[in-house]
């Protein structure tokens, strides 16, 4: 349990709270709120890439409201024993168990800071559970303090937003035409889909889009 009602008691409006957990046997969630997965696996314009700050939290603030500030979102899952692909180094043995992972330490005891010795991982990482979640939260919309349990879920998750380059090579065939015929829709749905995200104006992404080289065709 996280006592968040706590931090209702003199909040000037909804606060943000990212948590992290490490576990032996999988994903985390809430038991009395929704758990829901953040927005992923979507094309989306190719300048995001420089405004992805901006992005991701107009995304998440838009998501927010679409769900009335009453859910509770997964960002990330990853399972430390396996890597592939990697969104970055896995987090070496003594560092986890640092944070609380004290079932890989000898016999589950935590080890004096600065010199944890801990059991040999099982090929490829470690035996632990990566979960982030997410969630706004007001005195409103989250009247008890969040209930987590331990899941035995180990998919691995993590918001994935996809840029498509168009190929601005010289090409003569048919398919190539057809490519090109391609473009504009393809741009237009990849607007559309970061409008809908984050509730940007469509004018505003399409003359970013054009700037970009993402232009109609």
Known sequence: MLPIRLGTVNADGPQDMIVLMLTEKGRVETTNYRTGRIPSNLD??????????????????????KDDMRM???????????????????????KLVALGAI??????ATQPPGSPTVRRPPIGGSNVFITRL????????FPEDLMFQE????????????????????????????????????????A???AG????????????????GQGAK
């Open 44 to 65: 989306i314009p190719i300048f995001t890439k420089v405004e992805f700050g901006d992005f991701y939290r107009a995304m998440f603030d838009t998501q927010v409201k």
């Open 72 to 94: 509770v979102y997964l960002e990330y899952a990853w399972d430390m024993g396996w890597c592939d692909p990697c969104a970055a180094d896995p987090v070496p043995s003594d």
């Open 103 to 108: 079932w890989l330490s000898p016999a589950g």
């Open 134 to 141: 997410h969630v706004r939260y007001d005195a409103a919309h």
């Open 151 to 190: 899941t035995a879920d180990r998919a691995s998750f993590q918001g994935r937003y996809i840029l498509r380059h168009p190929y601005t090579g010289k090409a003569s065939c048919a398919a190539a035409e057809d490519y090109r015929h391609s473009l504009g829709p393809r741009f237009e749905r990849e």
């Open 192 to 194: 559309a889909t970061l």
């Open 197 to 212: 995200l984050t509730g940007w104006d469509m004018a505003s992404i399409r003359a970013k889009m054009q700037a970009s």
